[in-house]
């Protein structure tokens, strides 16, 4: 009977382990826009990068009011890959 609860008790902790991990992804869309706005109001860049970490962070923005966090942190991170940060 103790193999059996013990059995039971770590599947138990590896669901919830797999279940934690599901819930961790990632970050909200909104902080990553917040920290590629502050990188941007200090950053010195040319026009033809100006433009397309703006049009990456619309992109961002796009994915991020349609709850897509995932992809809106990525066009944010090309955005800041862009301005050297």
Same mark, same amino acid.
């Given at each position: 009977?103790?193999?059996?609860?013990?059995?039971?008790?770590?599947?138990?902790?590896?669901?919830?382990?797999?279940?934690?991990?599901?819930?961790?992804?990632? /970050?909200?869309?909104?902080?990553?826009?917040?920290?590629?706005? /502050?990188?941007?109001?200090?950053?010195?860049?040319?026009?033809?990068?100006?433009?397309?970490?703006?049009?990456?962070?619309?992109?961002?923005?796009?994915?991020?009011?349609?709850?897509?966090?995932?992809?809106?942190?990525?066009?944010?991170?090309?955005?800041?890959?862009?301005?050297?940060?």
């Amino acid at each position: 009977m103790k193999r059996y609860a013990l059995a039971v008790a770590g599947g138990a902790l590896a669901i919830a382990a797999s279940m934690s991990s599901v819930f961790a992804g990632p /970050a909200p869309c909104e902080e990553t826009l917040k920290t590629l706005r /502050a990188a941007e109001a200090t950053a010195t860049l040319s026009a033809a990068d100006k433009a397309k970490v703006s049009e990456l962070e619309t992109k961002g923005i796009e994915r991020c009011n349609a709850d897509d966090d995932k992809r809106a942190d990525d066009f944010f991170a090309q955005a800041m890959k862009v301005m050297g940060k």
